[in-house]
């Protein structure tokens, strides 16, 4: 009985590695093409870090030396102002996660980063990153694809932030990322989305009322 379930066991984690390293593996081909021999090269230098909620990955002051592909979990990204903390990002699953600029620069961090959750992340220090980079070009150009991807998310954020009312900024997160807004807390929410704890509740039955409004609008082009 003990071999059966140990052989369970170890079946379980083999296929959990086969699986997360395939959702990695996906992500990347977003940006460039990686054959088997590349994408074995790869997973080699990969470190696989899981943590408990509330763990912080780099803390203010902190130069960050890793890159991570979120695997599974939810990533808090924010600095103090005084004694108020300032939410700047809430990263979800399927992307990359860091410090960049300090990463970059190799400055010390501006930002903390903490999990929300449970988080599982396939870590690449720098060293290794700059080893790929030496090694081929191919890997040269998946760092600027990268980094790319980071620059468009975070002024995506930044424009929204600017453009858009209180109002249009919680509905157009409620609506992009549904899933999210029960797992993240709601004081972080709000300070992310730059709205007040209070506002942010007088809010909230809005998202029921939108929800209406897709149903009865779905419904209508359905009769039609």
């Given amino acids: 009985m003990k071999i059966t379930r140990v052989l369970r ?17 996906i992500f990347l081909q977003q940006f460039v093409f990686l054959s088997d021999e590349d994408f074995s ?5 990969i ?22 592909y979120l695997d599974k979990g939810l990533i808090h990204q924010y600095f103090y102002k005084g004694k108020e903390v300032v939410t700047t990002d809430i990263i979800p699953e399927g992307t990359t996660v860091n410090a960049a600029v300090s ?23 720098k060293e290794h990153l700059y080893q790929l980079y030496r090694s081929d070009k191919k890997w040269r150009r ?13 002024e995506k954020n930044i424009l929204d932030n600017l453009r858009y009312s209180m109002r249009e900024r919680f509905i157009r997160f409620a609506q992009e990322y549904p899933g999210l807004m029960e797992r993240v807390p709601q004081r972080r929410l709000a300070s992310y989305l730059n ?4 506002t942010y509740t007088r809010l909230k039955p809005l998202l029921s009322k ?6 009865s609008t779905h419904q209508k082009h359905s009769a039609g």
């Fill in 9 to 25: 066991i170890w079946f379980y984690f083999v296929f959990l590695r086969v699986i997360m390293f395939n959702r990695l593996r």
């Fill in 41 to 45: 090269t790869f997973k080699e230098l």
């Fill in 47 to 68: 470190i696989v870090k899981e943590y408990k909620k509330k763990h912080l990955l780099i803390s203010a002051g902190e130069i960050e030396q890793y890159i991570y």
């Fill in 103 to 125: 990463f970059f620069s190799g400055k010390p961090s501006h930002y903390y980063l903490e999990t929300i959750e449970p988080t599982r992340l396939l870590a690449l220090s």
């Fill in 142 to 154: 998946m760092g600027r694809l990268l980094l790319s991807h980071f620059l468009i998310r975070q």
């Fill in 195 to 198: 709205i007040k704890p209070e």
């Fill in 210 to 215: 939108e929800s209406r409004g897709i149903h």
